[in-house]
């Protein structure tokens, strides 16, 4: 019924609009333009990212293993799904309805009127956009996804999306290389809260969307003789070192633009924890504990106090009752007394009644969606797979530096910096391999996984399925044989997530079912990424 309504009301607008165009002229003011500039456009977009990707991420960093919830979970941390909510489908609502829209209007007017360097950013976000979608979900709407005369769209593989990603990636680059209008330095020093309309750091931000892309075509034949050049190349042309990563800024004013994961903006925007129970997610999970303890390449610390690992204090909160770090194991609830193992935020302070946050959790924390370390430790498989351990070395090595300058730069404004006394040590312990005939493909995969946690799930979740979850590449994962866990897949872990519920299993069914998509195990089908397939 409610769609007979909708094709109603669609004719009657087609049928009524010449006839109303006198009509509604009446009510256009030009004294408050109604295209709406780029100027205006660009920082809700860019704060869109990191609301949306924190939305989907409570339930990916689950399937990842980087939180976990306090009681039992055999659902997300089982690689399972809600199959009649919109969880996991925030980002293809962002995409397609409350950013991707806006988006393509900035890119317009900022064409139209000589803004090259608002257009530039458009397309690189719009690139980085349909990237992060089809990485999550797989097929997605492409050549008709803005097209307003539609009720139903048609789906596009990953080779599409992929090249179209390119094409948008060059266009960010040819309005790069052109010369605005105008001055526009003021607006973007406001409108741009990622660089400020940096053009120098927004072309290695492209520059990462493609390294990124080619880094995840691991399983391809042609890897390692034609893309892991490519991955190779385009890392070399984008970011220096961690003070370029690309990050929005949390303009902290209220609740509603404080960092989306901190203490003060979760609830209003994506609900870590449930406020009576804090059970919902969010909390340490075992693997980053035992990696940051030793377990990269050695025996994890039990019950640990400590560590050679500088990160570890000022990542994860020591339960100040007894000083040990404490973590779930995934899928199997917190097993300590009185419930102990700590949400991200850590433990609320002595004499206080709410956190205040930790890592990156703070108010005023920036909100990383690239970064430097990741992009060097792509560098370093790209060469370890190309048989050339020695740079591989130098990449890897890059990246755990790389990941220490950003845990300075964008963690816990509370806790001290990591000296570089503690750098050097952990450099030279037995957790890092200590030249290119001692490294292994879990070496730099570990680390990047150390990097990436807490931020950066979707490229994470590409890692992984990359490798089959394979426990010998990520060390101190927990991915248990298929009859132990994941009846319910029908023994298979999660290789797609869903597209979201109430627009396409409601509204667009009939194309899902052309791609599987109302099958019961879609969500375990790998994504052309993630196959051999050319």
């Known amino acids: 019924m409610k769609r007979i309504h909708l094709i109603i009301l669609s004719a009657a607008v087609l049928l009524t609009a010449g006839s109303c165009k006198k009509w509604l002229d009446i009510n256009t003011d030009p004294s408050n333009p109604q295209i709406a500039k780029a ?71 900022a064409r139209e009127n000589g803004k090259w360097t608002f257009a530039g950013i458009g397309y690189a976000l719009k690139a980085y956009g349909f990237q992060l979608t089809t990485d999550l979900h797989g097929p997605i709407i492409l050549d008709q996804a803005f097209d307003t005369t539609r009720l139903f769209f048609n789906y596009q593989d ?120 804090q059970t919902y997610t969010g909390r340490i999970s075992q693997p980053i504990l035992s990696m940051l303890t030793g377990g990269v390449r050695g025996t994890p610390t039990p019950n640990p106090t400590g560590s050679t690992d500088p990160r570890l204090r000022r990542m994860i909160a020591a339960d100040p009752l007894d000083g040990i770090y404490k973590a779930i194991v995934p899928t199997m609830g917190d097993v300590t007394a009185n419930k102990r193992v700590p949400l991200v935020w850590g433990y609320i302070p002595s004499g206080q009644s709410t956190y205040t946050g930790k890592y990156l959790y703070y108010a005023a924390s920036r909100y990383p969606i ?22 591989a070395h130098d990449a890897y090595k890059n990246g755990i530096n790389g990941h220490m300058q950003f845990v300075n730069l964008y963690g816990s404004p509370v806790d001290p910096k990591i000296s570089q006394t503690e750098i050097d ?91 599987k998509g109302t099958d019961p195990n879609y969500n375990t089908l790998p994504t052309w990424a993630m196959t051999p397939d050319q």
Request: charged share 20%.
């Open 39 to 109: 100027e205006m456009l660009l920082s809700p977009i860019q704060w869109q990212i990191s609301a949306t990707t924190a939305n989907d991420y409570r339930f990916l960093f689950k399937t990842i293993q980087n939180w976990s919830s306090a009681n039992a979970d055999n659902n997300w941390e089982a690689h399972g799904y809600e199959p009649t909510l919109d969880n996991g489908g925030a980002i293809w609502r962002m995409l397609y309805i409350t950013s991707g829209p806006n988006l393509e209007l900035l890119i317009k007017e």
């Open 158 to 277: 990953q080779p599409d999306v992929y090249a179209r990603v390119r094409e948008w990636t060059d266009s960010s680059l040819a309005c790069f290389s052109r010369t605005d209008w105008m001055d526009y330095s003021n607006a973007l020093s406001t409108a741009d809260i990622i660089y400020k309309g940096d053009r120098d750091k927004w072309k290695k931000f492209v520059y990462a969307i493609l390294a990124q892309q080619y880094s995840h075509l691991v399983k391809k034949a042609n890897f390692a003789s034609q893309y892991a050049d490519s991955v190779i190349k385009y890392v070399d042309l984008s970011f220096i070192g961690a003070q370029e990563d690309a990050t929005i800024l949390a303009g902290n004013t209220n609740s509603n633009d404080a960092n989306v994961f901190s203490p003060s903006a979760a609830t209003n925007l994506v609900n870590i924890t449930s406020t009576a129970t």
């Open 370 to 391: 690239l970064s430097y370390s990741q992009l060097q430790f792509a560098k370093a498989e790209a060469l370890f797979i190309k048989n050339e351990p020695g740079l």
């Open 425 to 515: 040590a952990y450099m030279n312990s037995t957790e890092v391999a200590q030249n290119g005939g001692e490294l292994k493909l879990s070496d730099i995969m570990t680390q990047k996984y150390i990097s990436q946690w807490g931020w950066a799930g979707m490229e994470t979740f590409n890692d992984l399925r990359k490798y089959d979850y394979d426990t010998a590449v990520f060390k101190n994962l927990y991915f248990y044989q298929p009859e132990d866990l994941y009846a319910s897949n029908l023994g298979k872990l999660c290789y797609r997530y869903r597209p979201r519920y109430n627009s396409e299993y409601v509204w667009n069914k009939t194309e899902l079912a052309k791609w």
